[in-house]
Nanobody, 119 residues
C-alpha cells in the first residue's frame, strides 16, 4: 500500500505564494509517477502537474509559468511551489501516485489540503 499525506495549504492573498508538500510512505519514486490534482468547489478534479519517475514534468496550461512540481527521492517528498496565485486557484489540492504495471493503471491519493486565494 502507498500512503500520501499533503500539507502546506492555507489562505493566501492574490499574487502570493504557497508551497505544498506530499510525504510518501516509502521509496516509491523509482516506480511511481507523481502528480498534483485540484478540485475547486462544485467542480471536477483536474490534473495540475505531474512528474515521472525519470523527472520529466508536465503542467496544465492554467498553471504553466506559475507552478513548479519537484521531488526529493531521498526523503520521499513531492512538492508543488505555487507562485502568482489567483482566486481561481482556490481548490482542494491532492497528491497522487500512479503506475501502470502490465498495462493496468493504479492510483493512490492523499486526503487533500485546502488552498484559498482571497483578498
Amino acid at each position: 500500500q502507498v500512503q500520501l499525506v499533503e500539507s502546506g495549504g492555507g489562505l493566501v492573498q492574490p499574487g502570493g505564494s504557497l508551497r505544498l508538500s506530499c510525504a510518501a510512505s516509502g521509496s516509491i519514486f523509482a516506480i511511481y509517477h507523481m502528480a498534483w490534482y485540484r478540485q475547486p468547489p462544485g467542480k471536477q478534479r483536474d490534473l495540475v502537474a505531474s512528474i515521472t519517475s525519470g523527472g520529466t514534468t508536465n503542467y496544465a496550461d492554467s498553471v504553466k509559468g506559475r507552478f513548479t512540481i519537484s521531488k526529493d527521492n531521498a526523503n520521499n517528498m513531492v512538492y508543488l511551489q505555487m507562485n502568482s496565485l489567483k482566486p481561481e486557484d482556490t481548490a482542494v489540492y491532492y497528491c497522487n501516485a500512479n503506475r501502470r504495471p502490465f498495462g493496468v493503471r493504479t492510483d493512490y491519493w492523499g486526503q487533500g489540503t485546502q488552498v484559498t486565494v482571497s483578498s
